[in-house]
């Protein structure tokens, strides 16, 4: 049964990295074990392609030469990668680190089966980079001022009426990798304490506060009660404030919106991004 990931591949080949026959960028400088090591790695996936599914395999000697084609484009780029980043620390050097996708899809801690193959929480920076949980000063949370999601699984605030269709028409919720639809609803506080719990969030960046705009109505979820969504009601700002630069400018409804927020998670808002621009970004408070 299909759970809505994106039919890329990634959960297979997070498969092969468990199972220890996978083929790491190291293993291409050696010519003659990679070759064996493609063959162990084809020994399992040609009989699962022809017995199970009925279909084309993969031949052992274009898939070696495609390798080493791909080693040599990429070679250059290949580093100890925990001693590069210690050496950055070591000369006071700034270090950012980039996540990919919410915590929800993390594969321990999210709404398992709908999950993606990795670990998408704070966590996957230590086990991803080799760089020491002490290293870390700060920890931005990246939210949206309302809730989407991609593909299959739970989602406790989806709106299937008038209100979900606005807040995907103005907020362009495409997804990033496939183009599909993203699902929309209104701001689920309820698992956003969960992902402040797991990851230990210093601060949150509040995207799309500005797909808001034209809503008198504003919802947040701040309980389940009777696995339904119970919601505090807003009164809207329908007001367009993607021109203003500072939060002391923003509407006292907004304001209003904004500091529900911080109290329920207990995490200062810290950055407001209120258009689709670089330049739009209100930083309430300071930041590393």
């Given amino acids: 049964s299909k759970i809505g990931t994106t039919g890329r591949g990634i959960g297979p080949a997070y498969e092969d990295k468990i199972s220890r026959r996978g083929i790491r960028l190291g293993d291409l400088s050696d010519q003659e074990s990679l070759l064996d090591k493609v063959k162990e790695l084809l020994d399992y996936h040609n009989f699962v392609l022809e017995n199970y599914y009925n279909v084309d395999t993969f031949n052992e000697n274009e898939v070696y030469e495609n390798l080493l084609l791909n080693y040599d484009k990429y070679k250059k780029f290949i580093i100890d990668v925990p001693e590069y980043i210690n050496k950055a620390f070591q000369e006071n050097k700034k270090i950012v680190f980039e996540g990919a996708q919410g915590t929800l899809l993390d594969i321990d801690h999210g709404t398992y089966p709908y999950v993606t193959s990795s670990n998408t929480t704070v966590g996957g920076i230590f086990t991803g980079s080799g760089v020491a949980p002490k290293k870390l000063d700060y920890i931005l949370a990246i939210i949206k001022a309302y809730t989407t999601r991609v593909g299959s699984g739970p989602f406790m605030t989806e709106l299937f009426d008038d209100n979900g269709k606005q807040l995907a028409k103005i907020g362009h919720e495409l997804g990033a990798t496939t183009g599909r639809e993203r699902r929309c609803g209104w701001l689920d506080l309820v698992a956003l304490k969960r992902s402040i719990i797991i990851n230990g969030f210093t601060g949150i960046c509040l995207t799309k506060i500005d797909v ?49 927020i911080e109290e329920y998670l207990e995490v200062p808002v810290d950055i407001i991004s209120n258009g689709p621009g670089r330049e739009q970004n209100i930083f309430k408070n300071k930041i590393l």
């Fill in 212 to 260: 808001l705009d034209q809503f008198e109505k504003i919802k947040v979820c701040v309980e389940y009660k009777n696995n339904k969504p119970v919601y505090k009601t807003f009164d809207g700002w329908m007001t367009n404030i993607t021109k203003i630069k500072k939060y002391d400018e923003l509407p006292e409804k907004t304001k209003i919106y904004i500091t529900t």
